[in-house]
């Protein structure tokens, strides 16, 4: 419920009780509306499964009561209700159940559940007024209508002057500026056509106010052959509350519009996108609202959340969605999904989970920033594992257990865990790739002014080749290494043993 500018208590707090004092009954199609003094009791002519009602007090408050089917729909008149003309609305929710909307496009815009012809969403209006904290309860109005005698002319009609017709015109009526007067307690104008064949014949009238005691105040035009109202301005709107310029331009508080459509109002002017259910569909409103600190987009529905806004004076092309489906930040003409610029400054990209961890890319002047604000390590994910992490430390670890310190330390991931089809190198093999290794001195093209020593990929003996033959481990050759040390050292070991025995002789 939105209640922008009103301060009178929720009207529609609903009771269980017996309407006791003088009672009017309203019939409809829709439902009976029962006006008692201090509540207003609807009997639905329909099934349904649920009835909204919306009220609107004579100060601009809007209030809503969702009744569920069974329940008693009365709205009850609070203490403190102020005097004036109120106004309700009843919307009708078939039975059945919720329709739901498929995923994809066919969910935007589109007309889902057929209606037979002619067969829409049950409406029902009126208004009411409060005198001295009670409601006024409907009398009939008007005068007894005298039934004179005819006057028919076969001519046309000519009156030079001013024209009164109804039954309160008097002799020396005032007429001022005014060509024509209707002037009675119940006034309506009717057009009817009389068209026969294939020819229009919807017939119209002007309804000036309800005939009722406490009725409403208003200007209708009613479609009298479908008895609808499509169109009505209560007494007291305000000017200029619908102008339509010249050029086509329509405005909604402005005699003035600039465009197409033009709404001004003091305090955040809005427009409401309202779906009540009617058609089966869930009940969902939307509000786009505009005023000096932002504009927003409001889910009425679920809390008034403001799910989108723009703060005024937000530059040029902050966010731009191109027809190839790119989105552009700080550009229009973004060449990749995403494109954020900025010229003279830097640009930063933060996640930032407010009980947690910060993160960040930043593109400076000279260099690129990749990383967290927070003391939190930093984790690289292929396949949503665990590829690459670099801890608050400073140090890595690498997702198969390998690792370096911050000093430059660096450990290979050994763990028998990670390891299969383990088996002993031979001696021979070992000492047979140590022959074939050429060790060399070298730079790198990109590195020129600094000298290496190791071995290059594509000539190192199978053994302690990768398959691609571009790089080395240098485990491998340390394993090879070890081997040809470990058959070195028991050769020695068993000639010192040799020697000492021939000593002993």
Known sequence: ?????????????????????????????????ILGSQAIHFQPNVSYSKLLVRVSAPDGAVYEKVFLAGADPVLQL??????????????????????????????????????????????????????????????????????????????????TGSLCIGFDCIDGESFGYDTLKLKENNLRLYFEDTSIGTFPTGDWRIVINDTTSGGGSYFSIQDA????????????????????????????????????????DGDSPTVRLDQDGSSGWAPQSWDLAGNETNFFIRDVTNGSKLSFRIQPNTPSNTMCLKADGNVGIGTWSPAVDLEVEKTGEDVQFVLERTDGAIAQMT????????????????????????A??????????????????????????????????????????????????????????AEKDEEYLGFIAEEVPDMVATK??????????????????????????????????????
């Open 388 to 445: 690459l992490n670099l801890k608050t430390d400073g140090s890595l670890l690498l997702g198969n257990g390998a690792s370096c310190t911050i000093a430059g330390v660096w450990t290979n991931a050994s763990s028998i865990e990670l390891k299969e089809n383990i088996r002993d190198i031979s001696t021979e093999d070992a000492v047979a790739t140590l022959k074939k290794l050429n060790p060399v001195r070298y730079n790198y093209k």
């Open 78 to 159: 609070p203490g403190n209700a102020i005097d004036g003309s109120y106004n309700f609305e009843l919307r009708v929710i078939p039975v059945g159940s919720a329709a739901v909307r498929p995923e994809g496009a066919d969910a935007v815009g589109s007309k889902l559940i057929s209606r037979e012809p002619g067969v829409e969403p049950l409406v029902q209006g009126g208004s009411f007024m409060v005198q001295a904290g009670s409601i006024v309860i409907p009398t009939a109005g008007g005068e007894a209508v005298n039934t004179p005698l005819d006057v028919l002319h076969y001519d046309d009609v000519i009156i």
């Open 225 to 264: 052959t479908n008895n609808r109202t499509p169109f009505k301005i209560e007494t007291g709107a305000p000017n200029n509350a619908l102008y339509v310029e010249d050029y086509g331009r329509v405005g909604l508080g402005t005699s003035i519009p600039y465009v197409e459509l033009h709404i001004v």
């Open 363 to 386: 593109a400076k002047e000279n260099v690129v920033n990749i990383g967290s604000q927070t003391n939190h390590p930093v984790k690289f994910m292929v396949n949503q594992l665990m």
């Open 468 to 505: 691609d033959r571009k790089g080395m481990s240098a485990m491998d050759v340390v394993a090879v290494l070890t081997k040809v040390v470990q058959k070195q050292q028991q050769t020695i070991e068993e000639l010192k043993k040799l020697v000492e025995e021939n000593n002993k002789k």
């Open 1 to 33: 419920m939105y209640n922008k500018k009103g301060t009178v208590a929720t009207f529609v707090a609903v009771v269980f009780f017996m309407l006791t004092l003088c009672m009017a009954i309203v019939a409809s199609d829709v439902a009976e509306v």
